[in-house]
């Protein structure tokens, strides 16, 4: 079997939450594998996210340089084939750094390249069997991954439990040695620009009422805030309803927008599009309501009503009410 490679994204010191993730998708590859995890930033940064990263890597290889502070794909790859043994198999997260970074990495090594798998199948005869999902989720894909040459795949965020991966002790190499020197890129990063924090964090909170488009109305919204007053949660939102200026972008939830942990997730009108799904993690209770009884939604939630949000919602906040007394 192939050595398997993940490339560990960070911010401030600090792993993303793929980190435990990539190391799930590995062990669903070969659960025996010694998984190498590779941590590229500056020095300050490296050797608290390599700490991290040794928790679920058996092995783990920083490269420790200002040269890769930031993760510019343009600068890291060339680095990247340097380090890693061709015919490997690479995993990264399916966001925009491993977006950006994999398709030429794949390229460059020469590799079969499979973006946002979202299930890991079985290694048959030299082939990689996963999954994808095709139409917003509405079908699923199955995907035979050729391995002869190696394999770069991008791993959906939220799609492996990272509660299951087993806790290690790995040791930590410096490879900035082996990576040489960063090459000159013709792009080059300016500065971060931080989103904007609104009046109410909602990653904070255990309860989400969230809505999307099925809302319909900005003026709808007001049925939305208060079935979040009686049941005390707050109210979050898709992206459509950020773009119509309806509610302040601190309040979407999604791959462009926040992470949230909550216990229970309220998605109403929303119809479960990845983007949207990548931004809740923690596994919580999700109760969906959606006038379209094939909505993708309804496969990632615990309760399922189908209907219509501007008739259930006024019913559920009366039915709370009453219940709480
Ligand atoms: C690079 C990129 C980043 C993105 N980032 C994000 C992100 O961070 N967050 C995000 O949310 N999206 C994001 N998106 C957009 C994402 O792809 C979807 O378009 C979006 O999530 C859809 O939002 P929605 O579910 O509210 O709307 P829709 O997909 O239009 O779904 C509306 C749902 O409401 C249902 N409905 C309609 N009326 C009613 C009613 N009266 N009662 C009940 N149900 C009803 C419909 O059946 C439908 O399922 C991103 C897209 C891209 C390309």
Known sequence: MAAIFALIQHKNGKADDTVAELCMAARKIDASAAVTAIVMGKASDCDAVAAEAAKYYASVWKVASDAVAY?????????????IPAGSIVLAAFNPFGMDLCPGLSVKMNAAYCADVVGIEAVDGGK???????????????????????????????????????????????????????PSAKRRFLKVVEAEVGD???????????????????????????????????????RPIVDAKWLEKSRQVGTSGQTVKPKV????????????LGGLKGNPFIVAVNKNAKAPIFQVAEVGIVGDILEIMPILTEKIAEMKG
């Open 71 to 83: 993760p510019n794909a343009e600068v890291l790859r060339p680095m990247l084939v340097k380090l």
């Open 128 to 182: 990689l069997i996963v999954n994808r999902q095709e139409y917003a989720g509405q079908v699923y894909a199955k995907m035979s991954v050729d391995l002869s040459g190696g394999a770069v795949l991008t791993v959906r965020p939220g799609v492996f439990a990272a509660e299951d991966v087993p806790q290690v002790s790995g040791a930590v190499a410096d490879k900035t040695a082996d990576a040489g020197a960063a």
């Open 200 to 238: 109410v964090d909602i990653t904070k909170s255990d309860v989400l009422v969230s809505v999307g488009r099925g809302i319909e109305s900005q003026e709808n919204l007001e049925i939305a805030f208060e079935l979040a007053k009686t049941m005390g949660a707050d109210v979050s939102c898709s």
């Open 265 to 276: 997730y309220m998605a109403m009108g929303i119809s479960g599009a990845f983007q949207h």
